[in-house]
Nanobody, 124 residues
Framework: QVQLVESGGGLVQAGGSLRLSCTAS????????MGWFRQAPGKEREFVAA????????AYQDSVKGRFTISRDNAKNTVYLQMNSLKPEDTAVYYC?????????????????WGQGTQVTVSS
C-alpha cells in the first residue's frame, strides 16, 4: 500500500513563503515520479509541478515558474514544494501524487497515488 502524507500548509500573507512536504511510505519512493497539484473551491484540480524519478528533471505550471521549486530527497522518502512570493490566487488545497512512470505527467490521470491534501491560504 502506497501512502503519501502532506504537511506544511497554512495561512500566509501575500508575498510570504511556505514549504510543503510529502512523505511516502515504503521503499519504492526513488522509483516514482512525483507531482504537486492544487484545487481551489469550484475549480478543477490543476498541475503545479513535477519531478522525475531518474534524473530529477522538473516541470512547472507557467503561473508558478520562478516562485515555486520542487525537490526530492530519496533518502527521506520526501518531496518538497518551496513556495515563495505567494499570491492570493495560490490559495487552494495542495496534493502530492506519485506514479511509477518515467518522465512526468501534468495531468491528474497520470498519477496512481495521492495524498489527502494540505490547505494553503494566502491573504491579501
Amino acid at each position: 500500500q502506497v501512502q503519501l502524507v502532506e504537511s506544511g500548509g497554512g495561512l500566509v500573507q501575500a508575498g510570504g513563503s511556505l514549504r510543503l512536504s510529502c512523505t511516502a511510505s515504503g521503499r519504492w519512493f526513488s522509483n516514482y515520479a512525483m507531482g504537486w497539484f492544487r484545487q481551489a473551491p469550484g475549480k478543477e484540480r490543476e498541475f503545479v509541478a513535477a519531478i522525475t524519478r531518474n534524473d530529477g528533471s522538473t516541470a512547472y505550471q507557467d503561473s508558478v515558474k520562478g516562485r515555486f521549486t520542487i525537490s526530492r530527497d530519496n533518502a527521506k522518502n520526501t518531496v518538497y514544494l518551496q513556495m515563495n512570493s505567494l499570491k492570493p490566487e495560490d490559495t487552494a488545497v495542495y496534493y502530492c501524487a506519485a506514479d511509477p512512470r518515467s518522465g512526468y505527467s501534468d495531468y491528474p490521470e497520470g498519477y496512481h497515488y495521492w495524498g489527502q491534501g494540505t490547505q494553503v491560504t494566502v491573504s491579501s
